[in-house]
C-alpha cells in the first residue's frame, strides 16, 4: 500500500532529508531505504524522486556527485549544512503536527 500522494506537503522532502543525514545515498538506495523503513507504506516512483532531488540540490540543501562503484557510476546525493537546518525545521514541524493529529484523535504517540 503506497502513502506517497496521501503525505503531507513536505514530508517527502523531510524523510529524503533524514535518509541523507545519515550517509550519502543513490536514487534506487534511498527509494529501497523509504520503502524498507516504512514497511513498504512509502513507495516512492524514480519520477517522483528525482525531480524532487533536483528541487533540494536547486534550493542548496543537497549536493551531489558520481562515484564508481563495482564498476558502475553511480550519482550520489549529500545533504549540506543548509540541508541540515531545513531539516531540523521541518522535523520541529512534524513533531507539533503529528502531536496535534494525535492529541484530536487521541492516540498514544510512541
Given at each position: ?15 529524503l ?7 550519502d ?22 519520477g517522483?524522486l528525482y ?20 564498476g558502475k ?8 549544512k543548509?540541508?541540515?537546518?531545513q531539516?531540523e ?22
Amino acid at each position: 500500500m503506497s502513502a506517497e500522494k496521501t503525505l503531507p506537503a513536505g514530508s517527502t522532502a523531510m524523510l529524503l532529508l533524514k535518509l541523507l543525514s545519515e550517509k550519502d545515498m543513490y536514487g534506487y538506495e534511498m527509494i529501497e531505504a523509504l520503502r524498507e523503513r516504512s514497511q513498504n507504506i512509502f513507495e516512492l516512483k524514480a519520477g517522483t524522486l528525482y525531480p524532487l532531488l533536483h528541487q533540494l540540490e536547486k534550493k542548496a540543501y543537497l549536493d551531489a556527485y558520481e562515484k564508481e562503484v563495482s564498476g558502475k557510476v553511480r550519482k550520489y546525493y549529500a545533504i549540506t549544512k543548509e540541508g541540515r537546518r531545513q531539516l531540523e525545521q521541518k522535523e520541529g514541524e512534524w513533531k507539533r503536527y503529528a502531536n496535534a493529529m494525535s492529541r484530536v484523535l487521541r492516540w498514544e504517540v510512541q
